[in-house]
């Protein structure tokens, strides 16, 4: 069984710039959570999404926003990038809240 | 808001040692997860659970809900158990059960 995947896995942006970092859970795993990770701040929650629907958002600015597909594959976007936006983000899927999740080897975001 | 707090933030163990790692936690929770990072971002989760003690091969976690305490342990650790060890928890009275909230982790290097 294929695990968590997301991609790009590194990705360089400007301040400014937008980014869209895709996300592909286990198959049959309708609950996809989306994470930030910095040195700073460390493991943060952004969002979690089950069945195309928001179930929870973390404390981040309305530039931070994503969805989630029919097929359970989602995506998550950062408008007007700021330095501090830096980070691996991290998203994980899981059967649902009860279970165990399963995390992507990240995404590492650079802007400049 | 649930504050997680994890002790030690960094242990240096030789091979061969029994380790403990610490995670307590301010308000109810539904689930406790265990996670763990090796270097170059890569998350899995070792466990979740509610109550009592789960063991996984030389790996224990166990929780008091009662204290709002848990503890990993590892026995005859090895030199591939170095890795950033991570606490979050989930739900109860401290947030929803789709929102992780993690502690700072605790870096393991076992010499061998």
């Known amino acids: 069984k294929a695990g968590v995947t997301q991609t790009p896995r590194y990705l360089i942006k400007t301040r400014g710039q937008q980014v869209t970092l895709s996300c592909s859970p286990i198959?049959?795993?309708?609950?996809v959570s989306w994470y930030q990770q910095t040195p700073g701040q460390g493991l943060q929650f952004l969002f979690e999404?089950?069945?195309?629907?928001?179930?929870n958002k973390g404390n981040f600015p309305g530039r931070f926003s994503g969805r989630q597909f029919s097929n359970s594959r989602s995506e998550m976007n950062v408008s007007t990038l700021e330095l501090g936006d830096s980070a691996l983000y991290l998203c994980?899927?899981?059967?649902?809240?009860?279970?165990?999740?399963?995390f992507g080897p990240g995404t590492r975001l650079t802007v400049l | 808001k649930n504050e997680v707090e994890q002790s030690p933030q960094n242990l240096t163990a030789q091979e061969g040692e029994f380790i403990t790692i610490n995670c307590s936690y301010s308000?109810?929770?539904?689930?406790l997860h265990w996670l763990q990072q090796h270097p170059g971002g890569g998350i899995v989760s070792l466990f979740m659970?509610?109550?009592g003690k789960k063991k996984h091969g030389r790996l224990i976690a166990t929780i008091n809900i009662q204290e709002k305490h848990s503890s990993l342990h590892i026995t005859a650790s090895h030199p591939r158990d170095s890795a950033v060890y991570i606490c979050?928890?989930?739900?109860?009275?401290?947030?929803?059960?789709?929102?992780?909230?993690f502690g700072k982790g605790t870096l393991l290097t076992v010499n061998p």
């Open positions: 994980a899927s899981s059967l649902g809240y009860r279970n165990e999740q399963f």
């Open positions: 198959s049959g795993h309708r609950s």
């Open positions: 999404y089950f069945s195309e629907t928001q179930r």
């Open positions: 308000v109810g929770i539904s689930a």
């Open positions: 659970l509610s109550s």
């Open positions: 979050a928890v989930s739900g109860g009275s401290g947030g929803s059960n789709y929102k992780l909230t």
